[in-house]
């Protein structure tokens, strides 16, 4: 099947002449256009920005009039949204109409040079410094096309507001993390090593269980164990041997992550929040369920297997290696899924947690090829395959539908869309739930035309999903049983709801400056709250620990700000600025996510969420921070310690 879609994806790349021609010459500008960029002030909100290019000898600039299939046009883009664009992007300077040679058709082009015009309107307040980007598309002769995929440049803008000093105040000088007011507190990683290693862990022991992986038991086993004959220490020395090499393969996965580019401490967080990687992955599932369903199979290319599995057969340490190499690739159907959320979800705490994630996964995998290599008398006491893989099967599928709705959701808070508000999350598990179960009893719509056998097993399975979405029911109602506090993390906010007044939403500032206006105003401590949409700890924080009535009073005696790191809704234009971080890196500040990411590197030497600091309103660290901490009386040590911390400096 897979196959096939690779065939067809080559069928429409040989059909779009330019798309081929753009995957093989798709750069950016490599000097053959030199742009200068200003703005023109047409009224008092309206504005020209104009580019003027240079170009050289022998290139040409496509226009936006051009009739040829899939040219995109040039465009003029902007980093605020705010800013309305009137009509598109005009391209002008001497246009001649060539036969083309690359397209082998008329063509509209630019030569020498070239002018790209857009008119503006503001609708917020206008920076003095303004920040675009140009998309334009060029050529040479008959072989080489280039698109620009956003040329960045920056421009002044008469009358424009610069930005202010408390706008783009990252560092916060008093801020000293080697001697807080009150030594108490301590700061932790955010989720624990072991916490990870045991998720990854179930993820491989739900791995097992698949028609990819659970057939290949018995027969690996049995083969280490033939092949050996009388020598019965050589077959467990290989079978160890082999287990140690699905192990080492799924630890090696993480190892790029340790060379991600220096400089952006938070990288890793950006990569697991980036709401186009969740949507990636939201389609994966997708397209990864169906296939559960039996609608067609997905196998990586043939080729690839076929090469590892040509080298399993030398009966050597390396032809072992191999073999277990083979397996981590014919598996791939069963176990990608697992392992892209186990990426996406322990990415934010860095490589190391990925490393734990992926050691839990990759030693579960590797436990029962040395278990039975021991014991092989247990091997008949394992169940034979049968239909019973292919309900498994069915039932992951509608698993990965759930998990679907996660990544979904991800992208969907931190861009800000409202599409799977928490109810309908919520209501998307509870049809899941209700699938499987219905599925599991073989009741209508899902009744299988062949006789279905019950199980104690089963009906277990059945009771326990059951269980589970009567659960989940009450949250989609705007009640006090809508908290489901045994999965707090995964739905959406409280805040986040189709009601208009939600039962358990206390929506707090999310603008340091505000805070710290308010903190001096009411001669009252701040406490930070770094946070983010996709952070499963920090909304068991919010719905665990923070609604206890010891700790919701000590909270009230401080001024509460929740910032958000992965918050990908853009600054206003005049609150965009470049930051010189302290590493000497330049960074650009566009988004609500880069700046309060930015401070909590800049000022904490920490990337994780959450995070909670305790600042007086002159901006002095009461205590020690702390990450995750869900025993309720510890927390609320720490908050009476920063209380008391304060009622010292104001003595």
């Not at 705007?478 to 409280?494: D, E, M, V």
């Not at 002159?618 to 990450?627: F, G, I, S």
Request: glycine fraction near 8%; charge should be positive.
């Amino acid at each position: 099947m897979v196959n096939k879609i690779f065939f067809l994806c080559k069928q429409l790349t040989a059909t779009a002449g330019l798309l081929f021609l753009s995957a093989v010459g798709f750069s950016q500008n490599t000097g053959q256009l030199k742009w200068q960029v200003s703005t023109q002030k047409i009224n008092e909100k309206e504005f020209v920005i104009t580019a003027k290019g240079t170009i050289t000898d022998g290139w040409r600039v496509f226009t936006n009039d051009n009739t040829i299939d899939g040219l995109s046009k040039a465009a003029v883009l902007l980093t605020d949204s705010s800013i309305i664009k009137e009509g598109d992007a005009e391209v002008n300077g001497a246009v001649q109409n060539i036969n083309d040679p690359l397209f082998t058709q008329k063509a509209n082009i630019v030569e020498n040079e070239v002018t790209i015009s857009q008119k503006i309107k503001f609708t917020n307040v206008i920076p003095a410094i303004l920040k675009l980007s140009l998309t334009y598309n060029f050529a040479k002769g008959s072989d080489q096309f280039y698109t620009e995929p956003g040329e960045k440049f920056e421009t002044t803008i008469e009358g424009g507001v610069a930005v202010s000093e408390n706008d783009n105040r990252i560092k916060i000088p008093t801020i000293d993390l080697k001697n807080p007011i009150a030594n108490c507190g301590t700061v932790q990683s955010g989720k624990n090593l072991w916490e990870i290693f045991i998720i990854g862990f179930l993820g491989g022991l739900i791995a097992l269980l698949t028609p990819c992986v659970f057939p290949m038991i018995p027969l690996t086993v049995s083969f280490f164990t033939k092949s050996a004959g009388n020598n019965r220490k050589k077959g467990i020395g290989n079978a160890m041997i082999y287990g140690g090499f699905i192990f080492l393969i799924y630890v090696l996965l993480s190892v790029p992550f340790y060379f991600l580019p220096k400089g952006n401490e938070e990288i890793l967080n950006n990569i697991s929040t980036n709401p186009w990687l969740n949507i990636f992955f939201f389609v994966i599932f997708i397209v990864f369920a169906l296939s559960f369903f039996g609608l067609y199979e997905i196998t990586l290319p043939s080729s690839i297997a076929n090469k590892a599995d040509s080298k399993s057969n030398t009966g050597t340490v390396m032809g072992i290696f191999f073999m277990a190499l083979t397996l981590a690739i014919v598996s791939f159907s069963c176990t990608g899924p697992i392992l892209g959320s186990l990426l996406v979800g322990a990415l934010n705490g860095g490589a190391i947690n990925l490393t734990a994630g992926l050691a839990g996964f990759g030693l579960a995998l590797a436990l029962p090829f040395a278990l039975f290599a021991l014991f092989p008398q247990l091997l008949s006491s394992l169940p034979k395959s049968g239909g019973w893989l292919s309900e498994v099967k069915v039932v992951l599928g509608f698993v990965e539908l759930a998990m679907a709705m996660k990544f979904l959701s991800n992208a969907d808070l931190t861009q800000h869309w409202g599409v799977v508000k928490r109810e309908v999350f919520i209501a998307c598990w509870v049809l899941c739930g209700l699938c499987v179960t219905l599925y599991l009893l073989n009741w209508p719509p899902f009744r299988r035309k062949y006789p279905v056998k019950f199980s104690k097993a089963k009906l277990f399975f059945a009771c326990l999903f059951a269980a589970t979405t009567i659960y989940l029911v009450p949250g989609v109602t705007n009640t006090r049983y809508s908290k489901l506090s045994l999965i707090s993390g995964f739905p959406p906010p409280y805040c986040y709801s189709v009601y208009q007044q939600p039962y358990y939403c206390d929506e707090p500032l999310k603008d340091y400056n505000e805070a710290l206006r308010i903190a001096r105003q009411r001669n009252k401590p701040i406490m930070i709250d770094f946070t983010g949409w996709n952070c499963v700890n920090c909304r068991k924080m919010e719905e665990n620990v923070w609604p206890n009535d010891k700790v919701k009073k000590l909270m009230g005696e401080y001024v509460l700000v929740s910032l958000y790191v992965d918050d990908r809704k853009k600054l206003p234009a005049h609150q965009q600025f470049t930051y010189t971080t302290s590493s000497g890196a330049k960074k650009e500040i566009i988004t609500i996510g880069d700046k309060w990411a930015t401070m909590q590197v800049e000022n904490f030497g920490v990337t994780s969420q959450p995070y909670y600091v305790l600042l007086s309103p002159d901006e002095k660290l009461l205590n020690n921070p702390v990450a995750y901490e869900p025993d309720v009386k510890a927390y609320a040590a720490w908050l009476q310690c920063g209380l008391d911390a304060f009622s010292k400096t104001k003595q």
